[in-house]
């Protein structure tokens, strides 16, 4: 799926928290929107900032994880949720709340990276058709004059000296748009973080090579540039040209 999904992190231990967020910042196309100290709180977060997922830890005082669980399925829009905790002899009772998974203490990121996936195929099947492509045409410069550029048309983009350039099927342009309120805009257009400079469009990609250091280059359809693809970035873009 396209769009960026927004997680709730819920555990009463503060390391944990700080931990997780710590995981989940591997994957460009997961932001942590809010965390929560409580059963409590994290109902009441989720009322207010309707999350995508909330990875919830099951034994916390006062509001178990599981009783937390149940009230968040009954509210109108429910998230998915994964349970996170370091007791095993839950797991088939949370699977009674249709969890997407079951995450141990210590995390193990391929287990992390497989979560993941499932809650995008779960997102993914769920999506209203009123969620499709609506960011509309992007107003750009070019020598004066203003042009609207169809996002399809795009083939990545890049921030420099507080101008964004837009590379596209037709030429080059230029923006005053931030990086990061365009790879908002966009969600649902396939665009794809892959540097904090570069944002390139998955259907154009033609070939990744290793470069060192971990990192990789990047080529594209229509474009002779070759992109760097920032190792923080690497797995989760692999990941997701391979779906």
């Known amino acids: 799926m396209d769009q960026l ?13 700080k931990e997780l967020k710590h995981l ?3 994957f460009p196309h997961l932001q942590v929107i809010e965390e929560a100290e409580s059963g409590e709180t994290a109902i009441m977060k989720t009322i207010q900032h309707q999350p995508d997922v909330v990875f919830l830890d099951v034994e916390m005082p006062k509001m178990s994880g599981m009783e937390t669980a149940k009230a968040i399925k009954e509210l109108k ?12 002899q839950f797991a ?14 210590p995390y ?13 195929k779960k997102l993914g099947a769920t999506i209203d058709a009123d969620t499709g492509k609506h960011a509309g045409k992007l107003a750009v410069e ?12 795009i083939l990545y983009m890049s921030r420099s000296d507080k101008r964004t350039k837009l590379v596209t099927k037709s030429g080059e342009f ?5 990086l990061k309120d365009l790879e908002t805009r966009l969600l649902t257009y396939g665009f794809f973080r892959i540097h904090k ?17 971990g990192a990789y280059h990047l080529q594209l359809e229509g474009s002779d540039d070759t992109l760097s693809v920032s190792r923080n970035y690497v797995k989760a873009l692999r990941s997701r040209l391979e779906i």
């Open 77 to 88: 829009k429910a998230p998915l949720v994964v349970f996170a905790t370091a007791y095993p």
């Open 92 to 105: 088939a009772e949370a699977f009674r709340y249709n969890a997407v998974d079951y995450l141990l203490k």
């Open 174 to 178: 230029e923006t005053k748009i931030a």
């Open 197 to 213: 400079s570069f944002l390139v469009n998955l259907e154009y990609v033609t070939r990744l090579t290793p470069w060192f250091n």
């Open 5 to 17: 999904i927004r997680a709730l992190v819920v555990d009463d231990e503060p390391y944990n928290r």
């Open 108 to 120: 193990d990121e391929e287990q992390l990276q497989e979560t993941i996936e499932r809650i995008e």
């Open 24 to 26: 989940l910042g591997n």
């Open 142 to 153: 070019a020598d004066g004059d203003i042009f609207y550029v169809e996002p399809e048309d």
